[in-house]
Structure formats: C-alpha cells, structure tokens
C-alpha cells in the first residue's frame, strides 16, 4: 500500500537559516509526488510537484525538492527562511493528478521560525 | 483562477444533529474530494467521486455519506453528529496537474 511518512512532526528554524523537510514514500510505481502548505487558518496551497524529468524540481516562495529514487526520498528545502514560512507543510504521492486514485498525505510537520 | 468553496468556515452542531458540509468547484473538474484534518494525523480521507451520481469510500468512511447530484457539487452528510467528529473538513477538486482545496470548514460538534 502506498503511504508518506514526514519524520519530523515540528521543526524549529531561524529566521535567515537553510531549511530541509524530510519525505520519505513507499509506492509501488513511478510516482507522482507533491509538496503543499497550509498557513493557519487557510487550505492547502500547492508548493511544487514532481512527475517525471530532472529530479530537482523548483517551486514557489523558494522553494526547492529532490527526487531520489533510491532513498524513496522527496525532501524540501530552502536556503533561507523567512517569517512568513512559518506554517505546516504536507508530503504526498499519487499515481497521477487526474486518476481516480487519491493522493495520500503525510501527517505533516509544523515549521516554526523565530528571529 | 480556480475556486473551491465551502459554505461556512466555522460550524457548531450538536451531537445527533444531521449536518451537511457544501463544496462548491467552479471549474467543471470531474473529481472531488473530502478529507478530515486532525492534529498530529495529518489528512485522511473520508470520501471521493470521480463522476456526477458515483463515489467511493476513502480510509475513514465510518459516520459519513456523500452527494454529487451536479459536477460542481460534493457534499458531505454526517447523519448522526457525534462528539469524535469534531475535526477540520477539506474540500478539494482535481484539475490538471494538482488539486486544488477549499479553506476548510472547522466543525465542533457539542
């Protein structure tokens, strides 16, 4: 059965500081894999996707994830955290976006940041 | 830009209330999705329906049922509120290349 699994349930940073969020999946298949955010009190915001192609994949606000195969590994990074990045982060894996299968989340890990 | 909707942000019902949670996607996407946050279990989810009429249990179908009479609208329908129901609900449809969530409606059943 597929599943995320995010090892870090919060992670506390400084404000300027590099930043890396752990994913780890298991999948049977290619997946397709995918990085939200959740800031308090809103829905989730889509971050960057990977599919297929170069296994560094760059997204929004600066943000960047690497696809490693061998490690079932799609970790998030930033080189530099601001404030405003202060929110809850989301891991998930899916066969597709358009198929009738879901996308199966992580549980999550809170970033917190502080000056 | 897309836009998932659900009807109320915060919601307090009573225990053995019927109570009916509203999504509302704006971009003619066929599948929909209802998921249920809580601290520390991340999103789980309860239903989904890739068609007008058809739907399919997710993980945590216990206590819940689902509509789709339109495209563009997914319900949820907790029949029998219960106390262990209080959680966050998310909405969410699929377009192309991700899903797209609503801003989630806080539920505290009393």
């Known amino acids: 059965a597929q599943s995320v699994t995010q090892p870090d349930i919060h992670i506390t940073v400084s404000e300027g500081a590099s930043l890396e969020l752990r994913c780890n999946y298991s999948y049977g298949a290619t997946p397709y894999l995918f990085w939200y955010v959740q800031s308090p009190g809103q829905g989730l915001q889509l971050l960057l996707k990977y599919f297929s192609g170069d296994t560094l994949v760059q997204g929004i606000k600066g943000f960047e994830a690497e696809f490693k195969r061998s490690q079932s590994s799609f970790n998030l990074r930033k080189p530099s955290v601001h404030w405003s990045d202060a929110a809850e982060y989301f891991c998930?894996?899916?066969?597709?976006?358009?198929?009738?299968?879901?996308?199966?989340f992580g549980k999550g890990t809170r970033l917190s940041v502080i000056a | 830009d897309v836009k998932v909707t659900q009807s109320s942000r915060y919601l307090v019902k009573r225990t053995g209330e019927k109570v009916f949670l509203e999504c509302v996607q704006d971009?003619?996407?066929?599948?929909m999705f209802w998921y249920r946050q809580d601290p520390g279990l991340g999103l789980r989810l309860i239903y989904f329906s890739y068609d007008v009429k058809m739907k399919e249990k997710g993980d945590i179908p216990e206590g819940y049922s689902v509509s789709r009479e339109k495209k563009e609208r997914f319900s949820l329908i907790l029949e029998s509120a219960s106390t262990n129901q209080t959680s966050m609900y998310l909405c969410?449809?699929?377009?192309?290349?991700?899903?797209?969530f609503g801003s989630g409606t806080q539920l505290s059943v009393l």
């Open positions: 969410a449809s699929t377009g192309r290349e991700k899903l797209f």
């Open positions: 998930a894996v899916g066969p597709s976006t358009a198929g009738n299968t879901p996308l199966v």
């Open positions: 971009m003619d996407h066929e599948n």
